[in-house]
């Protein structure tokens, strides 16, 4: 089993619907969460940066963490033709300099106009 | 800003020969920095990690002679692939770790590497 699950998709919406990602994972020692979109041939980009259980807003996107139940969200709002891409969830145990990141096999978004 | 470049963006190379791949931090400086295969629609898998001025430390699996990373200074990190074969075509993805800062990682656009 792998540390980090998340669903492969398509994930197919239409335009200005909200767009649901999650990520679950099975080890209790990660405390750092982050969110990357990567475009097709394109390096990720990051997203959202969370730490510990709670929300954390930024524009139209919103980051939920939940470490009783090991399980993170992304929510899009309002999604765009210019949101289809591969989402990745990364996670990472320790706050250091240079930490490793652990990474989900990516959800791939389709938004359709 | 937290900007990465690579160079090349692609390369086209014959079997047996050796490849270099930079990457940049263009804005900040970046002790630790990371270098990740992708392969079509999967993920990213870590290579190594690369620390400015120490050797880099590679992850199981992955041949330190094949793939040379130097870290010569704070902005710039290079993967060689050595007599590179099909096998070794890939998308070949950096990323910097800004000094002081913890776990973020900004990432390069990749460098498509194709053997023939």
């Known amino acids: 089993q792998k540390e980090v699950e998340q669903d492969p998709g398509p994930l197919s919406v239409p335009e200005g619907a909200i767009v649901s990602l999650n990520c679950t994972y099975s080890n209790s020692a990660f405390q750092y969460f982050m969110w990357y979109r990567q475009y097709s041939r394109k390096g990720p980009e990051l997203l959202m940066y969370?730490?510990?259980?709670g929300n954390k807003e930024d524009g139209r996107f919103t980051a939920q963490v939940d470490k009783s139940s090991k399980y993170i969200s992304l929510f899009i709002r309002d999604s765009q033709p210019s949101d289809s891409a591969t989402y990745l969830c990364?996670?990472?145990?320790?706050?250091?300099?240079?930490?490793?990141?652990?990474f989900g096999g990516g959800t791939r978004v389709l938004v359709k106009p | 800003g937290a900007v990465v470049s690579q160079h090349p963006s692609w390369v086209i190379c014959k079997s047996g020969t050796s490849v270099k791949i930079e990457c940049r931090s263009l804005?900040?400086?970046?002790?630790?920095m990371f270098w990740y295969r992708q392969f079509p629609k999967q993920s990213l898998m870590l290579m190594a990690t690369s620390n400015e001025g120490s050797k880099a430390t590679y992850e199981q699996g992955v041949e330190k002679d094949k793939f040379l990373i130097n870290h010569a200074s704070l902005t710039l990190s290079t993967l060689t692939v050595t007599s590179a074969h099909p096998e070794d075509s890939s998308f070949y993805i950096c990323?910097?770790?800004?000094?002081?800062?913890?776990?973020?990682?900004?990432f390069g656009p990749g460098t498509r590497l194709t053997v023939l």
């Open positions: 990364a996670m990472s145990r320790i706050k250091a300099a240079g930490n490793k990141l652990t």
């Open positions: 990323s910097a770790s800004p000094t002081g800062s913890y776990n973020e990682q900004f």
């Open positions: 969370t730490y510990s259980s």
């Open positions: 804005d900040f400086q970046a002790t630790t």
